[in-house]
């Protein structure tokens, strides 16, 4: 992910809300506190929002269409590393 190809500020908040987060799953996930780890992914809620409200992701211009790509696979990393959502059915 590459912050300077980031067109919009929802990119820019997004990126900048994922990455504290990350962190801390990774201190919630070792000490098994699951509850911790759930209510941190809830905090990406608003800014994920934003992001699809505001932010074509097929844009024309090819680095930008990666970057925002990339952005998404690293929220997708950060969701699988608490759970497997893919498994709950509905």
């Not at 990126?15 to 070792?30: A, F, G, T």
């Not at 699951?34 to 090819?62: C, G, I, K, Y």
């Not at 925002?68 to 959502?85: C, E, G, T, Y």
């Amino acid at each position: 992910i590459e912050p300077d190809y980031f067109a919009h500020e929802e990119e820019n908040t997004l990126w900048q809300n994922l990455l504290p987060i990350q962190d801390s799953l990774d201190v919630s996930i070792e000490n098994e506190l699951f509850s911790e780890s759930m209510a941190a992914l809830a905090q990406l809620r608003p800014p994920v929002d934003e992001f699809f409200d505001h932010v074509t992701v097929n844009t024309e211009d090819r680095e930008c269409r990666a970057n925002r790509l990339a952005l998404l696979w690293s929220i997708k990393v950060v969701v699988d590393h608490v759970a497997d959502f893919s498994k709950i059915e509905g």
